[in-house]
């Protein structure tokens, strides 16, 4: 009888060490796998223009938040023929502005059109999973983690995203599918793309 323990012992032993904890998708490796991946982990920009800008740029809703901090001006200026229709604008940075996008700029930056890094994902919790084979379907919540003050103006950090990303099982284990997928399922970059703020 003795034997015949040792010898299940062992055999469980071989078993569990022959499986990858990526063998199973639980909601902790589903959460881990979203959180690590590039796509996730990505930096919102906000692309900055100053100078003459069209009138649908200026009235933008990024640019309407500036206009209310005091960040940025405008005066009606004549269109340049690379950009169409008339009202165009003049933007500069008022004293508020140039203080606060001081640090974001990056050096030696003389374009008057430049990239801010404003915010990043927060992963908030794995509401769902759905497998159908060596395929399966992860809804989860997200949220924007603002950078900055600018990133704070511009995202509100209290409303959380709902997403739903395909994975795919492979012979080393369960990988989210990233960027754009081919099929019906959704990777990664579509299923934050199409996020809807979380009721």
Known sequence: ??????????????????????????????SDLIASSDTFKSTQLFWLRTGVISN??????????????????????????DIAPPPCWQVTLTPIGVET????????????YFSVPVAR??????????????????EFLWKWISLNEV??????????YRSTVAFRRYDDGWRVVEGSAAKSTQGLEDALKSSEPAP
């Open 101 to 112: 996008f001081h640090d974001l700029i990056p050096n030696g930056a003389n374009s008057q």
């Open 1 to 30: 009888m003795r034997k015949l323990r040792i010898a299940l012992a062992l055999g469980f032993l071989l078993f569990a060490a022959a499986c990858s904890p990526r063998d199973f998708l639980t909601r902790r490796l589903a």
């Open 56 to 81: 649908k740029d200026y009235v933008s809703p990024e640019y309407l938040v500036l206009q209310r901090r005091g960040w940025i001006t405008g005066t009606t200026d004549r269109c340049p023929p």
């Open 121 to 138: 994902r927060q992963l908030t919790r794995i509401t769902g999973i759905s497998k159908s084979g060596a395929a399966a379907e992860v």
């Open 151 to 160: 990133g704070g103006a511009l995202y509100d950090g209290g409303v959380q």
